[in-house]
Nanobody, 125 residues
């Protein structure tokens, strides 16, 4: 089992920045990729970013490319999502997830094995 706890969400204004963190515990001796997804009210959960086990492979949704950066700190079993130039349309609950296939950075939510509870990000205009 892997437990995931997200933090760093909040209420910001358009153009501001936030950094989300997701700490994994449990099967941290395993290798795994990690990803971020988000879900806005009334919408389906959508892919945001993903990073492979060693960080050599990353993937981003087109809507966040150039504004968001995913990174991970293996020693702390933590993945980060640096979000810059935030827009109102970035408002959503952000979830981190673990993919036990460690060498990919997949966009497909069905490929992820564990999910966190989510953290709310609200961007006001």
């Amino acid at each position: 089992q892997v437990q995931l706890v997200e933090s760093g969400g909040g209420l910001v204004q358009a153009g501001d920045s936030l950094r989300l963190s997701c700490a994994a515990s449990g099967r941290t001796f395993s290798t795994y990729a990690m990803g971020w997804f988000r879900q806005a009210p009334g919408k389906e959960r959508e892919f945001v970013a993903a990073i492979s086990w060693g960080g050599g492979s990353t993937n981003y949704a087109d809507s966040v490319k150039g504004r968001f950066t995913i990174s991970r700190e293996l020693a702390k079993s933590t993945v980060y999502l640096q979000m810059n130039s935030l827009k109102p349309e970035d408002t959503a609950v952000y979830y981190c997830a673990v993919d036990l296939g460690p060498y990919r950075a997949t966009t497909l939510p069905g490929e992820y094995d564990y999910w966190g509870q989510g953290t709310q990000v609200t961007v006001s205009s």
